[in-house]
């Protein structure tokens, strides 16, 4: 396929040398013009006299006439040094793009999101409208229905559905308008908003991964959110402390625990996994065996943690065991203590975990 397509461009290039310079120019400098109606363009953008969407949509049209007009000023420029002028520029138009696909290409993989054939054309169902008929028709009923949440539900997860992560972003954040104390919403415009910048934490989206954890400070997703916009950051320890409290108080089978495991293991940490022989012969003991196995194993660790204080995974495993035995204040006295003998580069992740334990009651 992308040979027919270098073949084409040749083609396209060769016409364009060929063609004879038309006369009768009227001398309106038309690549100006459209330069200017940029200018304008971005002005009313920034005056607010044209909505973001909009305002691209006619920047790329605009750019595609200026790029045009430019490309035919070019060739007839090409045009003025003969026919001699063609072999040559015809071969630097197929080489170099050949050389760059040899060099860079990578055709065993898919076609990027953006560019599988027009989303928007696509069937909601068959023999029903374009995703592109639905959201209009649910956009013009929202404009008489601001408020209607299952509309806003509707054009979120259709906008979310063909990877337009604008809208969808822009829905959920109406959504969060209209109810403000369910915090799924602010999760889910915050995802689609690293949707739009191919999983960055932008400015925009630090933003309402702020207002989420200023409304739910222990919610899992911002919890991990937070993770990443640390990570992203260059702060590789306040990552880690983060991802490893919010490991420390999630079950095994949480959702989240198979992305924040490699999260982890990028930074050089392994969790601490039970085998199912192991987890098996503890549920199968009565409860009296249950506790004094844990009694046992706690003793042992406090034990060796004597020896080995700068152990850090070793303090957190400590206070687990102390808080799955109802022992919150052997909890937080065993992290306190770990935090006052373990290396300064450690202090963070015990701090993380203790907070939680802290402001925790059911952990």
């Avoid at 909601?124 to 028709?137: H, I």
């Avoid at 194993?297 to 035995?325: F, H, K, T, Y």
Wanted: aromatic share 6%; net charge negative.
């Amino acid at each position: 396929m992308i040979w027919v397509l270098l073949i084409l461009l040749l083609l396209t290039a060769a016409l364009l040398m060929l063609r004879k310079p038309q006369s009768g120019a009227t001398g309106i400098d038309s690549v100006g013009h459209f330069k200017a109606q940029l200018d304008e363009l971005e002005a009313d953008r920034k005056r607010g006299l044209i909505d973001e969407r909009d305002a691209v949509a006619a920047k790329v049209e605009i750019e595609r006439r200026l790029l045009r007009r430019e490309r035919a000023t070019d060739a007839r420029v090409v045009t003025d040094g003969g026919f001699q002028s063609i072999i040559p520029c015809a071969l630097l138009v197929l080489l170099v793009p050949a050389t760059l696909y040899v060099v860079m290409g990578r055709p065993d993989l898919p076609a990027k999101p953006g560019f599988i054939a027009n989303n928007r054309q696509m069937l909601v169902e068959e023999g029903g409208p374009t995703y592109g008929e639905a959201l209009k028709a649910i956009q013009a009923h929202l404009e008489d229905a601001p408020d209607d949440k299952r509309g806003w539900d509707v054009l979120a997860k259709s906008a979310r559905a063909i990877r337009d992560y604008s809208l969808a972003a822009n829905a959920f954040a109406e959504l969060a308008r209209l109810e403000p104390d369910e915090p799924k919403w602010r999760v889910q415009q915050l995802e689609a908003m690293l949707g739009m910048a191919n999983g960055q934490m932008t400015p925009a989206a630090r933003l309402v991964l702020a207002r989420l954890m200023s409304d739910e400070p222990n919610h899992p997703a911002g919890q991990y959110y937070m993770g990443l916009a640390f990570f992203q950051a260059g702060d590789e320890d306040r990552a880690r402390a983060v991802w490893l409290a919010l490991a420390d108080r999630s079950p095994d089978d949480a959702p989240w625990m198979a992305p924040l495991r490699e999260r982890l293991e990028a930074l050089g940490e392994s969790l601490p996994t039970i085998s199912d022989d192991e987890m098996a012969a503890v549920a199968a003991m009565s409860d009296e065996d249950r506790e004094a196995f844990i009694a046992q194993m706690i003793a042992r660790l406090a034990e060796r943690l004597e020896a080995n204080p700068g152990d850090v995974e070793g303090w957190m495993m400590l206070a687990r065991s102390q808080l799955s035995m109802g022992d919150r204040e052997s909890a937080i006295a065993a992290l306190e203590r770990g935090i006052s003998l373990v290396d300064e580069a450690d202090k963070p992740t015990l701090k993380a975990f203790l907070d939680n334990v802290r402001t925790k009651p059911d952990l």
